[in-house]
C-alpha cells in the first residue's frame, strides 16, 4: 500500500508541475532574465508558484514534526549538523548553476521525460552522471575531510 501512496504523491507532485509550467525550461529560464537579455520577457510565475510551495512546506512540515513517526518509515531524517561546510555551500551552487543554464531542477526534468523531451533526456541523463560522481567522490578516503560517512545519514 505504501509503494501505491507514494505513487500517487509524485503523480500529483507532477501534474502540478505540468499544470504550472514549470516543466518548461523556457519558463524558467524567462524568470531569470530579470534584465531582458534573452527573450526579453520576464515571467514572475515562478515566484508565485515558489511561494506557493513554500507555504505548504511550512504548514506540512509544522503538522508533520508533531507526529510520533512519518507515515512511511520509522523515524525522521532531520539533519543535525549546524556549521557550513564545503557541501553544503558548493552543492547548492552547483545547483543553482545547472538550473539556470538548463531551466530545469530535477521534478521538472523527470516530469518533462514524459513529453519526450530530448533537452530533459539529456539533463536526466546528466543529472544522473553528476550523482554518481558525486556519491563516489563522497565514498573516497582521501575526501573525508569534506564527506565523513556521519554527514551521510
Partial sequence: MAIVSQFAIGLIFGLGLVISGMSDPAK??????LAGIGSGTWDPSL????????AVTFVGYNRIQKQPRPVFGEKFHLPTKQELDLRIISG???FGVGWGLAGFCPGPAVTALGFGSSAAVIFVAAMAAGMMLARWLADR????????????T
Avoid: E, H, K, Y
Avoid at 578516503?141 to 551521510?152: G, K, M, V, Y
Fill in 47 to 54: 515566484a508565485f508558484v515558489m511561494a506557493g510551495a513554500v
Fill in 92 to 94: 547548492p551552487a552547483i
Fill in 141 to 152: 578516503p582521501s575526501l573525508s575531510r569534506i564527506a565523513t560517512p556521519a554527514d551521510q
Fill in 28 to 33: 524558467v529560464l524567462n524568470f531569470l532574465d
